[in-house]
């Protein structure tokens, strides 16, 4: 009978330590900070301007895809073609570093549209 507690007190202690809660790596805790600024950017109580919205586009994008891999779009394309300019201005920077610079913008939104 003993041997079967042993087991049981074994058991249940291993399933304990599976449920708490792990610790979150430097990227998961980053890429939860990125996720929750990308929610609350949506949130903003008035709409950024033109060129924020073009800054947040660019970094979201390289964050999510690094550099930009698409052709430029033609002349007359002119959504479509500042989306790729914001996107390209950001070319070689590192996705954390994107992430980082994107929640810091969101952050500097937030102070700027709620006051």
């Not at 304990?16 to 600024?37: C, I, M, R, V």
């Amino acid at each position: 009978m003993e041997n079967a507690e042993l087991k049981d007190q074994s058991k249940m202690a291993s399933e304990e330590a599976n449920e708490q809660p792990k610790e979150l790596s430097q990227d998961e805790l980053l890429k939860d900070q990125f996720e929750t600024a990308s929610e609350e950017v949506k949130e903003l109580p008035k709409k950024p301007t033109q060129d924020e919205q073009l800054k947040l586009y660019g970094l979201f994008k390289q964050a999510n895809s690094g550099d930009i891999d698409i052709d430029q779009p033609g002349m007359f394309e002119f959504e479509k073609k500042a989306k790729w300019g914001a996107w390209n201005k950001n070319k070689g920077m590192s996705q954390p570093d994107a992430m980082t610079e994107y929640i810091a913008l969101v952050k500097e939104l937030q102070t700027k549209y709620t006051e």
